[in-house]
C-alpha cells in the first residue's frame, strides 16, 4: 500500500466533518464546509491518481477542482438572497 493511498483514504475521512456542517449549519457555513470539501475532494484525487500510478486520473482531480469552485459560486449566487 502507497503513502498516497493511505493519504486518500484519511482524506477521504476527514471530509465526513464538513460533510456534516453542511447539513446542519447555517447556508453561510454550509458555503464554507462545501468549499473544503471540494478542496479535500481534489487532493483525494490527486493522491489516489498518484497512488495507482495512473496519469489521465489527474484530469479527474482537475476538473474536481473547476466544478467545486464554480459550484460554490453558483451555490452562493442563488442563495444569495438567503445568505
Not at 478542496?39 to 483525494?44: E, G, K, R, S, V
Not at 473547476?66 to 438567503?82: E, P, Q, Y
Amino acid at each position: 500500500m502507497s503513502v498516497f493511498l493511505i493519504a486518500a483514504t484519511v482524506l477521504l475521512v476527514a471530509m465526513l466533518l464538513p460533510g456534516i456542517v453542511c447539513v446542519r449549519a447555517r447556508p453561510i457555513d454550509a458555503v464554507v464546509a462545501l468549499e473544503l470539501c471540494g478542496t479535500l475532494a481534489t487532493l483525494t484525487l490527486l493522491c489516489l491518481a498518484e497512488g495507482f500510478h495512473r496519469g489521465i486520473y489527474f484530469n479527474v482531480a482537475l476538473v474536481s477542482a473547476a466544478t467545486a469552485w464554480i459550484g460554490a459560486l453558483v451555490f452562493a449566487r442563488f442563495f444569495g438572497r438567503v445568505l
